[in-house]
């Protein structure tokens, strides 16, 4: 990740669907971390996606991919992600 180049699309999308949750991050070492295999196990055929969710998955794709402004950097897709007022944080940078 580049921290002054434009995002990765992924990153806008993460934080689009994690905003509305209330969570805190910690990092937890490689080897103090095993790996789940949950995850990585292919879904059982009777527990395929259905065509509902896969219109909504392509809903919310289409949503976060053209709602998210071109222009728009990690920095400013924080601060509304955490409900700043973006005008005032903005002011309040310049000043700084």
């Known amino acids: ?3 002054k180049g434009k995002p990765s699309a992924h990153i806008p999308r993460w934080i689009l669907r994690l905003q509305q949750y209330d969570f805190k991050v910690q990092h937890i070492r490689g080897s103090d971390n095993p790996a789940d295999i949950l995850p990585r196990q292919p879904l059982p ?3 395929q996606i259905s065509e509902e969710e896969k219109l909504a998955e392509g809903f919310i794709n289409y949503v ?4 998210i402004p071109k222009a728009m950097t990690l920095r400013n897709s924080r601060r509304i992600g955490e409900g700043s007022d973006y005008k005032s944080s903005r002011r309040r940078h310049r000043q700084e």
């Not at 976060?64 to 709602?67: E, F, I, N």
């Open 45 to 47: 055929f009777d527990a």
């Open 64 to 67: 976060v991919a053209k709602g």
């Open 1 to 3: 990740m580049n921290p």
